[in-house]
Nanobody, 124 residues
Framework: QVQLVESGGGLVQAGDSLRLSCAVS????????MGWFRQAPGKEREFVGA????????AYADSVKGRFTITRDNAKNTVYLQMNSLKPEDSAVYYC?????????????????WGQGTQVTVSS
């Protein structure tokens, strides 16, 4: 059984940084392309960014480009989301997700496995 467990969320002030982690177990980690999504109250889940299986390719939503960075440590079966210069509009539950199909994926329905989410709240 595949499990994804996020950690690292919390309450921060605007301009602060946070690093989210997502630990993956149950299958060879390099099988998965990984993505990060977020969902604010009353809004649809939205794409934040993605990273390829080897970690050489990343993609980001325009709203986070230049502020957020996704990396992965395949030896630790973990993917990270470094979030800098946080804004109140970044407040949401953040989810990591894994997919086993080829190519980068940007839509939630294209992902096969999901974590439980971690709350990020940015105060102004």
């Amino acid at each position: 059984q595949v499990q994804l467990v996020e950690s690292g969320g919390g309450l921060v002030q605007a301009g602060d940084s946070l690093r989210l982690s997502c630990a993956v177990s149950g299958r060879t980690f390099t099988t998965y392309g990984m993505g990060w999504f977020r969902q604010a109250p009353g809004k649809e889940r939205e794409f934040v960014g993605a990273i390829s299986r080897g970690g050489s390719t990343t993609a980001y939503a325009d709203s986070v480009k230049g502020r957020f960075t996704i990396t992965r440590d395949n030896a630790k079966n973990t993917v990270y989301l470094q979030m800098n210069s946080l804004k109140p509009e970044d407040s949401a539950v953040y989810y990591c997700a894994g997919e086993v199909k080829s190519g980068m994926k940007y839509q939630a329905h294209e992902y096969d496995y999901w974590g439980q989410g971690t709350q990020v709240t940015v105060s102004s």
